[in-house]
């Protein structure tokens, strides 16, 4: 089973920018992955953030379309999300999850393999 971890999570301003990364190891050839984003804010459901699928085709949650970008670098076994324009609606723990088998989706359950989640704290 792949095992994932996140990095680039922290604390900054309205209006700033973070840029995610989650490199995986083990399991199968990385770009055989889809790899997705989600977060989950306090007290509230983990939410669908973004997803790439093996050819690098994204899918991402309405509400976040134009602000965050996934990408993924198979060279390095790393997807990443860059967040642009974040709003303090934006905090939550984000997590990147890895996807054995179809195509991209918003559905957590569908993905197989968790990181262990990195905060990120808008300030307003």
């Known amino acids: 089973q792949v095992q994932l971890v996140e990095s680039g999570g922290g604390l900054v301003q309205a209006g700033g920018s973070l840029r995610l990364s989650c490199a995986a190891s083990?399991?199968?050839?990385?770009?055989?992955?889809?790899m997705g984003w989600f977060r989950q804010a306090p007290e509230k459901e983990r939410e669908f953030v973004a997803a790439i699928n093996r050819s690098g085709g994204t899918d991402y949650a309405d509400s976040l379309k134009g602000r965050f970008t996934i990408s993924r670098d198979n060279a390095k076994n790393t997807v990443y999300l860059q967040m642009n324009s974040l709003k303090p609606e934006d905090t939550a723990v984000y997590y990147c999850?890895?996807?054995?088998?179809?195509?991209?989706?918003?559905?957590?359950?569908?993905?197989?393999?968790w990181g262990q989640g990195t905060q990120v704290t808008v300030s307003s």
């Open positions: 999850a890895a996807k054995n088998y179809g195509g991209t989706s918003y559905i957590s359950h569908l993905y197989s393999s």
């Open positions: 083990g399991g199968r050839t990385f770009s055989t992955y889809v």
